[in-house]
């Protein structure tokens, strides 16, 4: 039985220039580079994630993408979910 999952991530820069990521599950298909780049500058506008430091989590974007992953068992000792 092959697993598939797909997700959306959107990946920042903290104001430490640090490499965060954020994972959607299930995303709507075929975004476009406008509405990412907006969901980006939602993140970052909002303000709302800040780290103990009072430094912003998503200072800027770097990259927004699909990535879909299948995962086949071909050996397991545990009883496979049918």
């Known amino acids: 039985m092959i697993e598939e999952t797909n997700v959306f991530e959107l990946k920042f ?8 990521t954020v994972t959607i599950k299930n995303p709507k298909a075929n975004l476009d580079a406008a509405t990412v780049e907006a969901a980006f500058n939602a993140f970052i506008a909002s303000d709302a994630f800040l780290n103990e430091e009072g430094y912003k989590i998503f200072h ?4 927004g993408r699909y990535v879909n992953r299948q995962v086949q068992d071909i ?8």
């Open 75 to 82: 050996y397991t000792t545990e009883p496979v979910e049918a």
């Open 13 to 20: 820069k903290t104001a430490d220039n640090k490499t965060r």
């Open 60 to 63: 800027s974007a770097v990259s």
